[in-house]
């Protein structure tokens, strides 16, 4: 059987084009107090100052060892950035700050029940937590430098003290999502070669204890499966002296880490001076075929470039509160709630649950509770508490001098809601887009000197110089109108390194559609390619459609065709299967999936609830399709592959395109009859 596509589908296809909106500017205030308010910046950044201009980020940090090359281009597309530099990304992030700062709050957690006390996490306290969960897992565990550790941790505080313990050591950490399986855990646990899983008992989200220890007990049996020996397993308790979870805990493997701390109190472990160029973690993502990958992050280069982006593009002043209301399981927790916000030595607020949980206030009272000033979130949260209480901001006394979005296109309409209601018209917006692999922004404005224009994101950020190309590799104009592919014609500090072990599959799906000579050692002939659609308008600002390829990305988070699919296929009646997004007020874009049974079977809820049931198994629940529609056969082309573009569009009542190619074409009134009366 084959599911490949004939043509790609993809969402930049389906997607809505907005028209043009207007400027809106930021108050005379937010531009007094912004870090980049000098229009020189613009200047400091030109093209003609590429690749140096990045060192101004770079020397934001601490360094052991200064860089004796800022960037390195002699294996392309493998830019190594500051090398012969050296640093610890924890040192940056923690040590540094105590002089002035010891007992300033670094991390304010927010547990979701309300009558839970929140906890503060100073600076000094940080570093003690630190220092002693780095000497656990170096001599409890026996991690080194270059070892890689798994985590698979909700949004509590001992998160980011992991993360940061590995960086002090060295050690490459890889954090799964919380709400991913067990089964997609394992798979990234045998990908990345861990021993080690670090987990929690359960944690809160919308009014339940989520048992969450049972997870690790899956994700360990399908490492395994996949030749991956787990021997330890920490867990972390979510209320102290007490399991919350109904999974036995496994002799000789599974340790509570409250029972081994104690063993290392006090302990403090030199930070390990890594190259600039070291991996710093790994974050897996969906791409167009095969296995998730895992993206690999450097030391010196990310750190630099998130830890710029957050003081220009965020505004993160020291003094300041900031909430980025997201998971730390995905980039944007990892590079702006934690690696760019501490390294600027400002307090980060982590919320453990969900954003409208028990009501659509909880955001604002959070706010309003911490005085948090900066707020950082994702369209579909934006559209979620607009429609379950429009009105609730109105009713709290707190003022964000400044609002981040990302993840989506946000809608113009929603876009006013969060600078009008939200922001209570004071904030500064940005909408950052960016991606796993990029580390951190490639389009956005600079609060106080770019203005603002709803449903798009802006010019390139500092440095980064994007450009549309066709599919032939033309340049696609500003101001002509046309969509195309967004691609990114320099390297920048924070782009990923690479995908663990895979070093072609790096090149071939970034570098090789639109590399004009593969010899060459000049990085203008390795454009970027970023997978997404895109406008740009006269003004230079963008317009983000979608992806272009086989991905789909529901309220932000990114789900690969092929692995829905694969999930469908281990249900035993199923024959074919094919993923679609489909537009959705709310969501953005959700998942419909098609399959076609077996010879001789029967359609029914059953094997309806058994294509969901697979894929809450293999990928999570946040990948459960919207609808699984059955239908009598798939329209596929004489060669026999699925046109998912047909699909797609009758999914969303577009057009479904020519369909005169196809081996069966009266199959597709029979599924637009089937479906579009359902619906
Ligand atoms: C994809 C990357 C970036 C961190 C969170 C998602 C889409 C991201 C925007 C935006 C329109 C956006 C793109 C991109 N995207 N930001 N501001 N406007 N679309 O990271 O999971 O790697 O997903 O999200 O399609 O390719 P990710």
Redesign the pocket.
């Known amino acids: 059987m084959n599911i490949e596509n004939e043509i790609p589908l993809s969402e930049a296809q389906i997607a809505v084009h907005w028209r043009e909106e207007g400027y809106f500017s930021p108050s005379p205030k937010f531009i007094g107090q912004a870090n980049a308010s000098d229009p020189s910046i613009l200047e400091r950044f030109a093209e003609d100052r590429f690749p140096e201009c990045f060192v101004e980020y770079a020397e934001l940090l601490s360094w052991d060892t200064y860089w004796n090359t800022v960037l390195d281009t002699s294996d392309p597309p493998f830019w190594k950035w500051f090398v012969g530099g050296r640093l610890n990304a924890c040192y940056n992030c923690v040590d540094r700050h105590l002089q002035a700062d010891r007992n300033k709050a670094a991390l304010i957690w927010v547990p979701e029940p309300e009558d839970e006390p929140t906890r503060v996490v100073t600076y000094q306290e940080l570093y003690r937590q630190v220092n002693e969960f780095a000497a656990l897992l170096r001599e409890y565990c026996g991690l080194k430098t270059g070892d890689r550790v798994t985590f698979h941790l909700p949004m509590v505080p001992e998160l980011p003290v992991a993360m940061l313990a590995c960086a002090r050591l060295g050690v490459i950490h890889s954090e799964v999502f919380g709400g991913f399986s067990g089964t997609a855990c394992g798979g990234r646990i045998a990908d990345s070669g861990s021993r080690v899983l670090i987990t929690m008992d359960a944690y809160q989200r919308g009014g339940q204890l989520i048992d969450h220890k049972v997870k690790a007990d899956e994700a360990v049996a399908e490492a395994a499966r996949n030749g991956q020996e787990v021997d330890k397993v920490l867990v972390f308790r979510r209320y102290p002296d007490k399991y919350s979870s109904d999974t036995p805990m496994v002799s000789g493997r599974d340790v509570f880490v409250d029972d081994v701390l104690p063993e290392y109190r006090g302990r403090v472990v030199e930070p390990v001076s890594m190259p600039a160029e070291a991996p710093l973690f790994l974050m897996y993502?969906s791409g167009t075929t095969g296995r998730p990958k895992g993206c690999e992050h450097s030391t010196g280069g990310y750190l630099a470039y998130v830890t710029g982006t957050s003081k220009y593009y965020q505004d993160i002043h020291p003094e300041d509160t900031y909430w980025c209301c997201a998971d730390i399981g995905?980039?944007?927790g990892h590079s702006y709630i934690v690696y760019g916000p501490l390294s600027l030595g400002t307090t980060s607020v982590l919320y453990e649950g969900a954003p409208t949980y028990p009501d659509a206030g909880r955001c604002w009272r959070i706010a309003e509770r911490l005085h948090v000033d900066i707020f950082h979130t994702a369209p579909t949260t934006i559209r979620m508490l607009r429609k379950l209480g429009p009105d609730e901001p109105a009713k709290y006394d707190y003022h964000f001098k400044h609002m981040t979005?990302?993840?989506?296109?946000?809608e113009p309409e929603v876009w006013r809601w969060y600078h009008q209601v939200v922001g209570k018209g004071e904030a500064a917006v940005v909408?950052?887009?960016?991606?796993?692999?990029t580390g951190g922004f490639l389009g956005s404005t600079l609060p106080a000197l770019q203005p603002m224009k709803p449903g798009s994101?802006g010019p390139g950020a500092l440095g980064i110089y994007p450009v549309i190309y066709d599919e032939d590799g033309g340049t696609v104009e500003p101001g002509s109108g046309r969509a195309g592919n967004i691609c990114i014609r320099n390297p920048w500090p924070g782009v990923f390194q690479g995908i663990w072990h895979q070093p072609e599959r790096f090149v071939d799906t970034y570098y090789r559609k639109y590399c004009r000579d593969k010899d060459s050692k000049d990085w203008h002939d390795w454009p970027y390619f970023?997978?997404?659609g895109a406008v740009q308008a006269e003004d230079g600002y963008f317009r983000?459609l979608?992806?272009v390829d086989d991905v789909i990305?529901v309220a932000?988070?990114?789900l690969g065709t092929k692995e829905l699919e694969s999930a469908c296929l281990t249900v035993d009646e199923i024959a074919e299967a094919a993923a679609v997004p489909v537009v959705d007020e709310d969501r953005g874009r959700v998942v419909e999936m098609y399959v076609s049974l077996k010879p001789g079977l029967r359609p029914g809820k059953e094997v309806e609830d058994k294509v969901s049931a697979a894929i809450d198994r293999e990928i999570g629940k946040i990948a459960r399709p919207r609808h699984v529609w059955i239908v009598s056969d798939m329209p596929k082309t004489r060669s026999g592959k699925i046109m998912r573009r047909v699909i797609a569009g009758i999914s969303n009542f577009a057009d479904v395109g020519d369909v005169s190619t196809l081996a069966n074409p009266e199959i597709v009134d029979d599924i637009r009859h089937h479906v579009q009366r359902a619906k």
């Open positions: 993502t995905w980039i944007t979005t990302v993840g989506e296109p946000i909408d950052t887009w960016w991606q796993t692999e994101c970023a997978g997404d983000i979608g992806r990305n932000g988070h990114r």
